[in-house]
């Protein structure tokens, strides 16, 4: 294979240790494999980064194996070009499966340039991510409680999310501190109920974090919602294509924009509203859903690539861009059903 990167280096990280080839030029110009082992510890670690840097790598590629690559992608990613590689994309030769042929295998491919990186976020915006994501975990864990006082008190006999949408907020908590000190008339308790209140802010947070604001690493605004899963797979053959689910995605942003999607179906006179309105029909809710979910995606990667603000192009879009073809589309129904039709030009 032609030689691409001249110094690489490969890693098979697992949970204890992490084995690494190097492939570069000696003085005979050959390039026969180095290869060491090393602990996942930090001083493990920094002992891989000197290994590496007395061989003056420039390039690493390392497979994304669960969680266990990212403290190693902490330690070198200031030092060395790094590249994250889908397991999914490297094969090793059946017969032939351990950590070291793993490690050699992975530096051929890096060194003829064969492997495709996966989108690593810089440092900021995986704080972020991290940040989000352990809130939205604390999230889940006060709704496992809620469910437990829910049940407590359904138990009892207790009423209680007939009148309070959200037993743990801030009515529900009155009621319960009411139901607590003695109070049982029902007037009382129900005047205490209030409205739900709305996620927007938090879901736009957990946007950021996991897609980010750069997106130039997005070449189109259709290679977002593709990077995110939210596109319908190619599965074509003998001229007839089959069906093409969406893959698993980032399960964060996906959660986030189920969210977001279902909120937007229920407002008044808006453009998304009106998408989802006029697909489910012919593609059920679910399909419906899944695109208004691409539509987010691509006005979020406009509004970043351009800078400016989201532009409402209101419920009644569909019926203005084209408004001779529904016209002629209702014609066409009412004359099914046995009227005549007669059109006059409004006055002005």
């Excluded at 420039?58 to 889908?86: K, S």
């Excluded at 009411?178 to 802010?201: C, F, H, K, M, Q």
């Excluded at 809710?285 to 409402?312: D, I, P």
Aim: aromatic share 6%; hydrophobic share 40%; charged share 25%.
């Amino acid at each position: 294979m032609e030689t691409i990167y001249e110094r690489v280096g490969a890693l098979d990280v697992h949970k204890a240790q992490v084995t690494a080839c190097v492939r570069v030029p000696d003085s005979a110009g050959r390039r026969d494999p180095q290869l060491a082992e090393f602990s996942t510890t930090v001083a493990g670690l920094m002992a891989l980064r000197d290994w590496l840097a007395a061989y003056r790598v420039t390039h690493v590629a390392m497979e994304a194996t669960g969680v266990y690559w990212q403290p190693v992608w902490h330690i070198l990613e200031d030092d060395f070009e790094l590249t994250l590689c889908n397991a999914r994309h490297v094969k090793q030769v059946p017969g032939r499966k351990t950590d070291i042929s793993d490690a050699q295998w992975l530096c051929q491919l890096m060194e003829a340039g064969l492997l495709r990186g996966s989108f690593v976020p810089p440092k900021p915006q995986r704080q972020l991510r991290t940040l989000t994501r352990y809130r939205k975990t604390q999230i889940a864990e006060r709704q496992r409680e809620a469910n437990r006082l829910h049940k407590a008190l359904e138990d009892t006999g207790i009423k209680l999310d007939c009148v309070a949408s959200d037993i743990l907020g801030a009515s529900g908590r009155a009621m319960l501190d009411a139901l607590v000190s003695g109070t049982t008339d029902p007037e009382i308790l129900a005047d205490l109920a209030s409205s739900l209140t709305g996620v927007a802010r938090r879901t736009a947070e957990v946007m950021v974090a996991e897609i980010g604001v750069d997106m130039s690493v997005f070449p189109t605004a259709g290679h977002l919602p593709s990077w995110a899963e939210r596109c319908p797979g190619n599965d074509q053959s003998a001229g007839k294509r089959r069906s093409g689910r969406t893959r698993k995605g980032s399960k964060w942003l996906g959660i986030a924009l189920e969210e977001a999607a279902l909120a937007a179906t229920r407002t008044k006179n808006t453009y998304l509203a009106a998408q989802y309105q006029r697909l489910r029909p012919r593609i059920g809710h679910g399909r419906a859903l899944g695109a208004v979910k691409h539509s987010m995606l691509v006005a979020y990667w406009h509004m970043f690539t351009t800078g400016e603000t989201y532009r409402e192009l209101g419920g009644n879009y569909f019926q203005t861009r084209d408004p001779e073809r529904i016209t002629k589309r209702l014609i066409a129904k009412l004359q099914e059903l046995g009227h005549a039709v007669t059109l006059e030009p409004a006055a002005a």
